[in-house]
């Protein structure tokens, strides 16, 4: 199996026979993890740290998993992965509106966890490599090399994988990008049909980047196919 070597994992978990058990495995892969198990002392750990991904459990003590992602996400671009027994959509939702990456259900299989891990490494890793290249449209400004979307010449606060699924979507402006591409190659895996992630992406970059949430004029939705960024609607 494919794994990035060396990357540094922080892992956010309470229980910590499930705890051991991850970092061993993970370790096994290539990675060095660090454990935390307070929801509260995780920003602070994170800032020594520097961890590449971090993996984080909802229900924690200190501070919840959510309240995590709401602390942290302001100035930490690494991309995080949920991994909680909670798995309910709203759930889901909420944890991919406060900015993690992905949501994975316990139980896991640790082949599986460790597939999408690489996933998102593998994503941020070749966008630390990209040449620089600005695309701009009218009023807005993307800079890939930054990662940095401007509108009205003021900076648009968008986490890693926001910025990902724009800078795709400009990119082919005019043209209709399927939701299958979308997953592939921002998500990293095949579209199973209900998972909601990128619902959920599109839905933060119309609201962040001023379009209309009823009837969207700068990213619209084609439906059964998938999406379509406006070239003149900025």
């Excluded at 910590?16 to 993970?26: E, F, G, I």
């Excluded at 979307?149 to 606060?157: K, T």
Aim: with cysteine; charged share 25%.
């Amino acid at each position: 199996m494919e794994y990035i070597l060396m990357a540094k994992i922080l892992l956010v978990e309470d229980d910590l026979r499930l705890a051991t058990l991850v970092q061993s495995y993970l370790a096994q892969h290539g990675f060095t993890v660090q454990l935390q198990s307070q929801g509260d002392a995780v920003a602070e750990h994170c800032r020594q740290f520097q961890p590449d991904l971090i993996v984080l459990d909802l229900m924690l003590p200190g501070l919840d998993g959510f309240g995590v992602c709401r602390q942290i996400r302001p100035w930490y671009k690494g991309p995080v992965l949920i991994l909680t027994a909670k798995q309910s959509d709203i759930d889901q939702v909420l944890g991919l509106e406060l900015g993690a990456d992905d949501y994975v259900v316990k139980p896991v299989e640790p082949r599986v966890l460790v597939a999408r891990i690489n996933a998102l490494l593998r994503r941020t890793q070749s966008n630390t490599k990209t040449d620089q290249q600005e695309l701009q449209f009218n009023r807005l400004l993307l800079k890939q090399r930054s990662r940095e979307a401007w509108l009205d010449h003021e900076r648009v606060d968008l986490t890693s994988y926001e910025f990902d699924l724009i800078w795709m979507l400009a990119k082919h402006a005019g043209q209709t990008v399927k939701r299958e591409a979308i997953h592939q190659q921002i998500i990293g895996r095949e579209y199973d049909g209900l998972d909601r992630t990128v619902d959920v992406r599109i839905s933060h970059l119309r609201r962040k980047l001023n379009d209309n949430a009823e009837t969207p004029f700068r990213i619209k939705t084609v439906w059964g196919k998938g999406y379509l960024f406006v070239a003149d609607a900025w």
